[in-house]
């Protein structure tokens, strides 16, 4: 700031106004056909609040945050009205898919996630010292199984004894590995964007599923530990590749493991040609 004396005064602000506005307000970048295509490229609620000045939808979650707040409440109400007309939905459903995570050690449990179609059970929590081995966790496992569904593992570090025991031990033919750091050639339902690796891309795919505009109106049960799993967890794009926050990262966030999101995220994984729930969301993806 410069006084009337000529001399130059430094202004220490102690706060800030917010203005929301539109693009369009900026003369500079109304006609930037470049820089407007790239706005209308980015997923919600970012698309809205930088091309329409709606900032309604994030006013509560982080910048870049992965699950909108609306959009897993939306999940749990749903789990909970099913519940209200059935006390036990799964007796009426097929089973889908098991996604299983795998405890490390310690204290971690084993977290098995039940899909039927478009409702996620609550949380199967197996304690280390009831599963110490892969053959113990890999019977507790079958034993949660129904009708031959797909088992997915994560077949990353321990995971690979539980992987191994069910595929060659016993020679399900249903199991299914996962490995979060594999290549994935997926692209977002924008067809913009690829993904960093597979973890990105499922945990991608999951975000597109909760959208109030998807067809599949998942159902979440109201679990606090995954509601603050999903909260958590932010993306960013690194050269036109979505890249969803690290397991590393996000246990420095947490202070410990996702595991309840990440046996979630594993069950959804599962697209069988007899899977009408996630064929649909693919027909999106593909159309």
Not at 53 to 76: E, M, T
Not at 196 to 220: C, F, G
Request: aromatic share 6%; net charge neutral; with cysteine.
């Amino acid at each position: 700031h410069r006084l009337p004396n000529g001399q130059e005064e430094t202004i220490y602000p102690r706060s800030r106004t917010f203005i929301p506005a539109r693009v369009q307000d900026n003369p500079f970048l109304d006609n930037d056909a470049n820089y407007l295509a790239q706005l209308q490229k980015l997923p919600e609620p970012l698309r809205s609040a930088m091309l329409y000045g709606d900032f309604s939808q994030s006013l509560s979650d982080k910048p870049l945050q992965l699950f909108p707040s609306d959009w897993v409440r939306a999940a749990i109400t749903r789990h909970a009205a099913m519940h209200a007309r059935l006390p036990d939905p799964t007796h009426k459903l097929p089973l889908t898919a098991l996604g299983v995570d795998v405890a490390r050690g310690g204290t971690d449990s084993t977290i098995v996630s039940r899909r039927y179609g478009s409702y996620y059970a609550p949380f199967d929590v197996v304690p280390s010292n009831q599963a110490r081995t892969g053959p113990e966790v890999a019977a507790r496992v079958i034993s949660l199984s129904r009708n031959e569904c797909p088992i997915v593992v994560d077949a990353t570090g321990v995971g690979a004894s539980v992987y191994d025991h069910l595929t060659q031990g016993l020679g399900l033919e249903n199991v299914r590995p996962h490995v979060g750091s594999a290549q994935s050639n997926r692209r977002d339902l924008s067809r913009m964007l690829g993904f960093v690796n597979l973890r990105s891309q499922v945990y991608w795919q999951l975000r597109e599923a909760l959208d109030p505009s998807s067809p599949l109106k998942i159902a979440l049960p109201d679990d606090p530990e995954l509601v603050e799993e999903l909260l958590a967890m932010t993306w960013e794009e690194q050269s036109k590749k979505i890249k969803v926050i690290t397991k590393k990262d996000l246990i420095k966030v947490l202070g410990r493991s996702p595991d309840k999101a990440d046996a979630l995220t594993l069950a959804f994984s599962v697209r069988d040609e007899d899977d009408p729930v996630l064929d649909e969301a693919a027909r999106r993806r593909e159309a």
